[in-house]
């Protein structure tokens, strides 16, 4: 059996789409790849998918053409976190504190790695690393 490679997508659910896709289109610059009153998908560094999901709008299945997308859903606020180059965060914290988002914390890591947490409008915490965080990042 082959090893998995990798995560490719990551599920945030939303009270308000428009206001999610502004915040995550705007504020962080991330591309808009597809979406709808119910989902929005969005390119990360043009190897990884967010997607944005409206709460209480995948209750059901999803028939496509291709198949069936099973239900999901969440409630409360979850946690990601997005890889940044070395020496950006600063650059990072002007830009969201120009959007008027708040930073919660900054964390400096055994490793060397640095860390900016700050949430989206739906609550959900979000974190800046720069490598030097993990073992393995």
């Known amino acids: ?28 610059g991330f591309t ?6 119910r989902f929005h998908a969005f390119s990360v560094a043009e190897r990884h998918v967010l997607l944005l999901f409206l709460t209480g709008g995948s209750l059901t299945a999803a028939t496509l053409p291709g198949g069936v997308i099973p239900p999901h859903d969440g409630t409360g606020t979850t946690h990601v976190g997005f890889s940044a180059a070395p020496g950006s965060l600063d ?9 008027g988002v708040a930073i919660e914390s900054r964390m400096t890591w055994d490793r060397g790695g640095q ?14 690393l720069t490598p030097g965080v993990w073992a393995i990042y």
């Not at 808009?32 to 009153?37: H, I, M, P, Q």
């Not at 860390?115 to 800046?128: A, C, I, K, Q």
């Open 32 to 37: 808009s790849l597809t979406g709808d009153a």
């Open 91 to 99: 650059e990072w914290e002007a830009q969201l504190q120009a959007h």
């Open 115 to 128: 860390s900016l947490y700050f949430r989206d409008p739906d609550g959900h915490l979000l974190e800046l």
């Open 1 to 28: 059996m082959q090893p998995i490679t990798g995560i490719i997508e990551t599920a945030l659910y939303t009270e308000n789409m428009d206001r999610a896709v502004h915040f995550y289109r705007t504020v962080l």
